[in-house]
């Protein structure tokens, strides 16, 4: 890997302790605090789509959308994943809608 592919754990590592520093043990509200940081967290219905798509992050209007029909568990992850690439500002190359990232994810 070089170095603009590699992936940088330690930045990672401390954005998650800077997002949960006020929580001393699990679970970790991850809803409040991608909500408290001003991504607003949509729970949707992917339709046909709902067994391959988790989630994804419009970059745009701050929004994350999960899948209203995964387990709370998959959920917290979801927005845990789609939180951090928010605050790393990962863009895909051209704006996409919601419905363009759901069929580049199938």
């Given at each position: 890997m070089n170095v603009l592919t590699r992936p940088r754990w330690d930045h990672a590592a401390?954005?998650?302790n800077e997002l949960t520093a006020d929580f001393s043990s699990p679970p970790i509200p991850?809803?409040?605090i991608a909500e408290r940081n001003g991504v607003n967290v949509v729970f949707v219905d992917f339709g046909e789509h709902a067994e391959s798509v988790s989630?994804?992050?419009d970059f745009k209007s701050a929004r994350i959308y999960v899948n209203k029909d995964d387990s709370p568990?998959?959920?917290a992850f979801?927005?845990?994943h789609e939180r951090l690439c928010c605050a790393k500002g990962k863009k895909p190359r051209r704006p996409l809608s919601p419905d363009a990232l759901i069929q580049r994810a199938l």
């Open positions: 401390s954005k998650a991850v809803y409040e989630g994804l992050c568990e998959r959920q979801t927005m845990g």
